[in-house]
């Protein structure tokens, strides 16, 4: 069964553009040959870490949105531990959060509506209605710093 997984790995500082680009090709290669995809890719950049991980303070980080079998991502997680340009990795699967969003959504969709309909109105909003404009945001002028009444 196809599972969505989101793949985040930090890369050592001293790895080049073309080491980021061969690790991302040995993972689509994995991917491919045990039956999977790759749907997204991002490479976020050199950033500095949260904490200093063995002598590192910063890494490239990045995220991969891989479809596939727990197998796949057996085989990723094998390789990263004995790849010494892999400073950090972490696996996630995403499919489940998903279906709880979407049903959450649904049922928020259907109060909405139920309720509309119970006080007279549509059950979809109208263009416009109950939406803010950038200007009608509450000020509250109570608390202004206490500059200004002294």
Not at 19 to 24: E, I, K, Q
């Amino acid at each position: 069964m196809n599972r969505t997984y989101e793949l985040v790995y930090v890369v050592s500082p001293d790895a080049t553009e073309e080491g980021v680009a061969d690790l991302h090709t040995q993972v689509d290669d994995i991917v491919q040959r045990l039956g999977g995809q790759i749907e997204k890719t991002e490479n976020w950049g050199r950033r500095k870490l949260a904490y200093e991980i063995g002598r590192h303070k910063e890494g490239t980080y990045v995220l991969e949105v891989i479809s596939g079998t727990g197998d796949v991502v057996k085989e990723i997680d094998r390789r990263f531990k004995v790849t010494d340009a892999i400073i950090r990795h972490l696996v996630v699967r995403v499919d489940e959060e998903q279906e709880v969003v979407e049903r959450t959504r649904e049922k928020r969709t259907s109060t909405s509506r139920r309720r509309r309909v119970a006080r007279g109105l549509t059950p979809d909003r109208q263009m416009g209605e109950g939406q803010r404009s950038d200007g009608d945001e509450d000020h509250d002028d109570r608390d202004s710093g206490g500059e200004e009444a002294r």
